[in-house]
């Protein structure tokens, strides 16, 4: 059962130049100690898709006006979008934790790295008493790998390296035990062998608190290597969905198999150019009818141009894509 369903949400945004549509009938679900891969190239609506579930698009101009954000761990059960504010604050942290693309942006530069670890446990445990809450927050730097947490945790977020900042990130996150992590690009700016750790982390931490995670990457290696399920998007859609087994094995959408194509190999031969998806990202404002990558498929036919329904490849394996059958 799905702890977590996003059924055909779809994210606006009010600008000057009108409504953009930045989530268009977006569909997944994650199982709960199972980890879901969102992917696509940048400006595809992965974060904002975060963002949607988190309820924090920024106000008043982004808005989730359809579709439904379940959460069911099987004693609760509720939307998400139609919660008042004052009970999304307790799911908030709690159920629902999310771990920020930038630790030096996400953390407060004016307070030490304990005064924001017990920020978050007062939040949600106001009676816990002020050394339990020093204590735990200790117990939570020492989970996730930082040495001397007794002495870090007085220390402020400039004092720390990224990696050890995004190991913060990943205590504050973790500090009340979701059910639900979502973590966008958390790696993005660590070296390879920081990335690694991360990684490793954020794994062992899920088998211990059987832990749903939402992943959101650009980075296919990450994917091979993190998730069980992926969810490839493309301009504000989901392109195409499965296990990550049938998403790397036998990819049918065409932006799919470009992303995979665009991957270097190790035999590829050496100075040769490197495969890439011809084109650019269509406009929010400018978005073709019909299929939207269109403009930049090599098997694109007049037929594309009308509404594309999904088809199943196979059970838990569907594409948005209409010449399905002959690709």
Not at 150 to 161: M, T
Not at 279 to 303: H, I, T, W
Request: charged residues 25%; contains cysteine; glycine residues 6%.
């Amino acid at each position: 059962m799905a702890i977590l369903e996003v059924k055909n949400i779809v994210t606006t945004f009010d600008t000057d130049r009108g409504c953009a549509r930045a989530l268009d009938g977006v569909t997944f679900s994650v199982e709960k100690g199972k980890t879901l891969g969102i992917v696509g190239e940048s400006g595809c609506g992965k974060s904002v898709t975060s963002l949607s579930i988190m309820r924090l698009l920024p106000k008043p101009a982004g808005n989730t006006p359809e579709g439904e954000i379940i959460f069911n761990n099987g004693s609760e059960n509720f939307d998400i979008l139609t919660l008042p504010a004052k009970d999304m604050l307790k799911i908030r942290g709690k159920k629902i934790a999310m771990i920020f693309q930038d630790p030096l942006t996400s953390l407060n530069p004016v307070y030490t790295v304990g005064a924001q670890l017990i920020e978050t446990i007062k939040l949600h445990f106001p009676k816990m008493k002020y050394d339990e809450m020093v204590n735990r927050s200790i117990e939570l730097l020492n989970d996730v790998g930082i040495p001397a947490p007794e002495k870090r945790i007085w220390e402020f977020p400039h004092q720390l390296s990224g990696g050890m900042r995004q190991r913060v990130m990943i205590a504050i996150a973790l500090a009340c035990e979701p059910e639900v992590l979502i973590a966008d690009e958390p790696t993005t700016a660590l070296d390879v062998t920081i990335q690694a750790q991360i990684l490793k982390l954020m794994k062992d931490l899920q088998k211990k608190n059987n832990m749903a995670i939402v992943f959101i990457t650009h980075d296919l290696g990450v994917v091979a290597e993190m998730c069980d399920d992926v969810c490839v998007m493309y301009a504000g859609k989901v392109a195409e969905q499965g296990s990550v087994n049938d998403i790397f094995e036998s990819p049918r959408h065409p932006y799919t198999q470009g992303l995979l194509k665009s991957i270097p190999k190790l035999e590829t031969e050496q100075k040769s150019k490197l495969y890439e998806i011809e084109g650019m990202v269509p406009d929010l404002f400018s978005m073709p009818e019909g299929c939207r990558f269109q403009n930049r498929c090599p098997y694109a036919k007049e037929v594309c141009q009308q509404e594309i329904p999904y088809h199943d490849v196979k059970e838990n394996h569907r594409v948005n894509c209409i010449r399905l059958g002959e690709i």
